[in-house]
């Protein structure tokens, strides 16, 4: 896992280094997801749509209507 540091403005705004946003094509404008972990850790993640997700075929059915659902509660 590669570290990145940034600083958050006096708007409280972050600056995603060019490299991750190039990587996982975040232009102006792309919706990006925060989440906070219950360990308290941050992730950020940019806003995909279900239709856009590949899904490994030997997973357990069951638990994948199971992340189907958490996602959709998360609203991504």
């Known amino acids: ?3 990145y540091k940034t600083r958050i403005s006096t708007k409280g705004q972050i600056v995603i280094p060019k490299e991750i ?7 102006i404008g792309k919706t990006i997801v925060i989440f906070e972990d219950v360990d308290g850790s941050i992730r950020i993640m940019p ?5 856009n997700i590949k899904i490994n075929i030997a997973l357990d059915p069951k638990e ?4 189907i659902e958490k996602m959709r ?4």
Request: proline share 0%; charged share 50%; net charge neutral.
């Open 47 to 51: 806003k995909t749509k279900l239709s």
């Open 64 to 67: 994948v209507e199971k992340e």
């Open 1 to 3: 896992m590669q570290e």
């Open 21 to 27: 946003r190039e990587k996982y094509m975040l232009g």
């Open 73 to 76: 509660e998360e609203k991504i």
